[in-house]
């Protein structure tokens, strides 16, 4: 078991890189901002709710594993054995003191362990009576998302604990419930529990899938192969009992006459935040962020400025880390009531008649921009070529191939190759291949949206 001390509770640091300068009447301001979180601060969860938070644990945490009963995980038999067998490698991966349950998921949810609408304390017991249960799991039955996320957050909401998580596998698509029902259950439960997805086998729909992670903050990814999943959930779990801090946001304040246009993450995923912003007083909002532990992430920030004359400059916006409404901390702190993480980042705006200066694009701007476009591109090339349009697929992944070439993302460039034949990757040529297995298309289309970082 990992042990943690009070002095791993992360201390939050701010970086902004940007070219501040602007032409005559320039209105675009650009940044990228480097959130970083090491350990060794006592801001976050423990200075928040010094109760959620134990000296030799560390942070109080619940983690509901939802695993897929439906009737195609017999199909083959191995893959419902590897899903038990994966669900068990991560319970072993909880640390004691941690809250669980698992739950099986088919076009009802139902509680696998321990029941009873509780969680379960991890420790020694309690994760052999967990691993037993999962013995008696079986296939059989439909697919519907929707109930089985309900029923985490029923239980998940029961624990009074910083970090609350969930690790979700399905292997089909959601074909007993409406995209709706989905889509209700996933905005109910966003900002409440975060939670990482994956996909085994090659008969669910990516867009599902991501879309569940992307709606609550967690990592999606496929598991082609079902003997990989004790790997996979083993390295999910670690990576969740490393968060330290949770509801963390991004809060731009902005002067008047200002306009945020967008705020996306930009590595390790790009993931838009621009539509999940939440008023937070005068000419200031938050932008949900999820849980933290030792990492860094990036975000690119475009806000709309007043028109200016040469020589002058201004504060474009204010960048800071809170938690919303102390998230965490006991009952009774007031409705409003914000912990600041103390980190903090300006952008800046200043014109000038200097043309090399104000038409340079900082190059972590342009890094990121490219690589948000990578994601893009892909995912219209993958459409296109469904669709039926292999014309407007092979320009598109053309263009992928090219932009994955100049920012080094290796890794996309690699799951590319299994789509095109790659002619010549500075300038994009590529031809379709006439065969693609499922497991290469989907998953190039799963991990499209994963970043390379800039070199600083």
Known sequence: MANFSKSHVPQFSVDVYQNEYLPEGGREVNAIVTVTSTGGGTVGSAAAAPHLYSPSQGPSAAV???????????????????????TAAAIDTLRDGVHFSVIGGTHVAKEVYPGGGRLAVADATTREQAKQALRRLSAGGGTAIGTWLRLADRLLSSADVAIRHGILLTDGRNEHETPQDLRAALDDCAGRFTCDARGVGTDWEVKEVTGIAS???GTADIVADPTGLATDFTQMMETAMGKEVADV?????TPVGTAIKFVKQVAPTVEDLTGRRTEAGPRAGDYPT??????????????????????????????SLVIPQAAGAPAGGGAGAVQNLGAQGLVKAVWTDDMAASTSINPQV????????????????????????????????????QLASASGNGDTAKLLAKV?????????????KAKVTDADEMTLETRSTKTVRVKK
């Open 64 to 86: 509901a594993i939802m695993v897929d009963c439906s009737g195609s995980m017999d199909y083959p038999p191995t893959k419902m054995r590897n899903a038990r067998d994966a």
């Open 215 to 217: 709606a609550l903050l």
């Open 249 to 253: 946001a991004l809060r731009l304040w």
């Open 290 to 319: 999820g849980s933290w532990g030792d990492e860094s992430r990036d975000y690119h920030v475009c806000v709309e400025v007043p028109a200016a004359n040469v020589g002058q400059e201004m504060l474009a916006a204010r960048v």
């Open 366 to 401: 342009a890094h990121y921009t490219g690589q948000a476009e990578l994601a893009q591109v892909i995912q219209q090339g993958l459409d296109l070529r469904k669709a039926g349009d292999m014309d407007g697929a092979t320009a598109k992944l053309g263009r992928a191939v």
């Open 420 to 432: 095109v034949d790659v002619v010549d990757a500075t300038t994009g040529t590529v031809r379709l």
